[in-house]
């Protein structure tokens, strides 16, 4: 546990750092409002000279069905915004689902295979309020690879924040499975508020269970957990 977000920011920054001063070029990324503070922390030290993206490749955990790239909520474009913009990551270097692909299985299958073959160094993570890891909500088998899911309405309702009216929020989306997230080299799941207190216990100190996708999380073997004291509560 650490004392707030933003040192939770700076410990995120730290092994994404050390990951990549150790040779990883392939950074998984999040989106949501956790990893936010650690994208500003990263542009910080890029820009301070401590640190370098310039030779990475940053992969999309996930993305909405239906919104154009250009649309400021697709991910892609939160990622270039908050990522891209500000380090030297270069910006034809985000590889991500396309959610306005005609033929969804397809595209599924396609950026699975570009995952696999990338082999993410350092994977980004945030957690739902109801455990979902990426867009795998409850029920996801925990070897599932990238495909569509249908968000459940606490889903919905947890990201309106996001959009102008809570009906614009995507019913859809595509996501990296959770076996395709176990994959990575090294998990740093970031966790901030109460509102993910008991999710966070439940991931680390239920049953490893698709009843809670995150609990998969025990099944990985380099794991960082970092959460504020809100989010640690219940453990
Ligand atoms: C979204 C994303 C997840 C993210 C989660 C938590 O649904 N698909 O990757 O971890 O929300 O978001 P926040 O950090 O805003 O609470």
């Not at 994208?39 to 990475?56: D, I, N």
């Not at 889903?155 to 309106?160: F, G, I, L, S, W």
């Amino acid at each position: 546990m650490l004392p707030d977000a933003d040192a939770v920011s700076r410990a995120a920054a730290d092994l994404i750092g050390s990951a990549v001063r150790a040779g990883a070029t392939t950074l998984g990324v999040a989106t949501g409002s956790s990893p936010l503070g650690t994208y500003a922390e990263l542009g910080r030290r890029v820009a301070a000279g401590g640190l370098s993206l310039a030779g990475c490749d940053a992969y999309l955990l996930d993305e909405y069905v239906g919104l154009g790239a250009d649309h400021p909520q697709a991910y892609r474009c939160v990622i270039r915004r908050e990522l891209v913009r500000r380090t030297d990551l270069g910006d034809g270097h985000v590889h991500g689902p396309h959610g306005d692909a005609d033929d969804l299985d397809a595209e599924a299958r396609r950026f699975e295979e570009e995952v696999r073959r990338a082999r993410i160094g350092v994977q980004v993570l945030g957690i739902g309020s109801n455990g979902h890891l990426g867009f795998n909500e409850p029920g996801s088998p925990l070897d599932s690879l990238t495909r569509v899911v249908e968000l459940t309405e606490r889903t919905r309702a947890d990201n309106a924040r996001f959009f102008d009216r809570p009906e614009d929020v995507p019913r859809r989306v595509l996501t990296q499975g959770l076996g395709t997230i176990l994959r990575a080299e090294r998990l740093v799941l970031l966790a901030l508020g109460e509102r993910k207190a008991d999710a966070l216990a439940a991931a680390l100190t239920g049953p490893v269970n698709p009843d809670c996708p995150a609990s998969v999380l025990q099944c990985h073997p380099d794991v960082h957990v970092l959460a504020d004291p809100g989010a640690a509560r219940g453990l």
